[in-house]
């Protein structure tokens, strides 16, 4: 727990020079053999959707939904895969911050207008969940005409977080299934186990 005024241990590495390891973030994030995305010059800008491993992958759709939303997930910017690897690595992490910060930075963007339509914004709402929700509180009526993500599930990871292998490669251990006495999703694995267990094929296969 921090205290008031505390930074946690992922802002005080960010706002240092090199203060993460780019190759460890690429070492850990990364499927065998996949690495960021380079620059001309050499600099690493992101990491594509298909080279993440599972985990990776099941972060990445989480910190999108409710830290920093966004409608772009084919790939992840370096600072973002900064704060996915402070979480897998147990940094402390200031997510109420993270949040109140985006939340800032959203409000403050000027819309961008519809190509076709300059009446409508061409932008995603931001934290419709958390609108949603802040307005319920407060007694107005909502009727959501957005539909919200569906809950991460062991179903959806299966379905969206597996990561695809280019076409002759050998497939990954950490792509492996649980034994087949674990298959259940609604069975005695839950999700807690099921995503202990993508970890221990993750430290496996790296």
């Known amino acids: 727990m921090l205290e008031e005024g505390q930074e ?3 802002s005080q590495r960010r706002n240092r020079a090199n203060g993460f390891d780019e190759e460890a973030i690429a070492q850990l994030l990364c499927t065998p053999g996949q690495d960021f995305t380079r620059t001309a010059a050499g600099r690493r800008v992101w990491i594509m959707h298909t080279s993440m491993t599972t985990l ?3 972060w990445m759709t989480l910190m999108l939904s409710n830290v920093f939303p966004s409608d772009h997930n084919s790939d992840l910017p370096l600072p973002k895969c ?3 690897y402070a979480i897998q690595t147990r940094m402390s992490d200031h997510v109420a911050q993270l949040i109140a910060d985006a939340i800032y930075l959203f409000v403050g963007m000027p819309p961008t207008r519809h190509p076709l339509d300059p009446n409508k914004s061409n932008r995603a709402l931001g ?3 958390l609108i949603t929700g802040l307005c319920q509180l407060f007694g107005v009526p909502v009727t959501p005409s957005k539909v919200i993500r569906p809950s ?3 179903a959806f990871i299966e ?3 597996t990561p695809r292998q280019a076409q002759g490669d050998a497939p990954q251990a950490v792509d ?3 034994p087949p006495h674990q298959a259940d999703p609604a069975g005695s694995l839950g999700m807690e186990r099921y995503l ?3 970890v221990r094929q993750q430290a496996a296969n790296h």
Do not use: D, G, W
Request: one cysteine or more.
């Open 8 to 10: 946690c241990e992922f």
């Open 56 to 58: 990776t992958q099941i």
């Open 82 to 84: 900064q704060l996915v």
């Open 127 to 129: 934290f419709p969940a």
């Open 152 to 154: 991460i599930t062991r």
């Open 159 to 161: 379905k969206y977080c």
């Open 176 to 178: 492996a299934s649980p």
């Open 196 to 198: 202990q267990h993508l």
